[in-house]
């Protein structure tokens, strides 16, 4: 099925360090959303944006939804080994609403 | 806790097996999706009831069918289970169409 790409796959980094993490599509979204997901849970929603351009916080964590619509990043400010876990982003269709699903990037923080 | 409730939380069932999976929505919501999440093809939407009614089809196989019943909760039905279809099976659920989906816990599904 049709997915995002979603990058960096994995990332190891240090307490107190800053993370990016992106997503590109070929197609078009009218909503982007970005989600955690911890070992055996379901996916937390994180961030949803509505409106390309959009900035919005929440927290430490900061995402745009790109101009063009088919982008979109989430960055972590001050990391904290509680950030550890899976994170997704998600677009949401014009002519639906389904969700169409990164393939995630797993964020390892270092005490 | 999103509200959203998912039983059982673990199955394991033997091939050629039929399961059913149970979502209740959080309070409110008329909207539910059944997702599944397999380590070779991610997160995938399945299928999308709103008030009873099915509204979208995705990756779903003809083996599998789903409901929602007149209290909003909602069933997914696999049936003629394959050694590939050990999954995480995820509910979601929304207010309306196009608003934000809140996930359940999931149903790890193990077929041997």
């Known amino acids: 099925g049709q997915q995002l790409n979603q990058s960096p796959q994995s990332m190891f980094i240090q307490e107190g360090e800053d993370v990016s993490m992106n997503c590109t599509s070929s197609s078009i979204f009218n909503t982007w959303l970005w989600y955690k997901q911890d070992p055996g849970e379901g996916p937390v929603l994180l961030i949803a944006?509505?409106?390309?351009?959009e900035l919005t916080s929440n927290g430490r964590l900061t995402a745009q939804f790109g101009i063009t619509r088919k982008d979109s990043f989430l960055n972590i400010s001050a990391s904290i080994p509680s950030d550890v876990g899976i994170y997704f982003c998600?677009?949401?269709?014009?002519?639906?609403?389904?969700?169409?699903f990164g393939e995630g990037t797993q964020l390892t923080v270092n005490p | 806790d999103s509200g959203v409730t998912q039983t059982p939380k673990h199955l394991i069932t033997a091939t050629g097996q039929r399961v059913t999976l149970r979502c209740s929505p959080r309070s409110g919501d008329l909207s539910v999706y059944w997702y599944q999440q397999s380590l070779d093809q991610g997160l995938q939407f399945l299928i999308q009831y709103y008030n009873g009614e099915e509204r979208a089809k995705g990756n779903i196989l003809e083996r599998f069918s789903a409901q929602q019943f007149p209290d909003l909760h909602s069933e997914l039905n696999l049936s003629s289970l394959e050694l590939g279809d050990s999954a995480l099976y995820f509910c979601?659920?929304?207010?309306?169409?196009?608003?934000?989906?809140?996930f359940g816990p999931g149903t790890r599904l193990l077929v041997l």
């Open positions: 944006l509505y409106k390309a351009g």
């Open positions: 979601a659920s929304s207010v309306e169409i196009q608003e934000t989906q809140y």
């Open positions: 998600a677009g949401q269709e014009t002519s639906g609403s389904r969700l169409t």
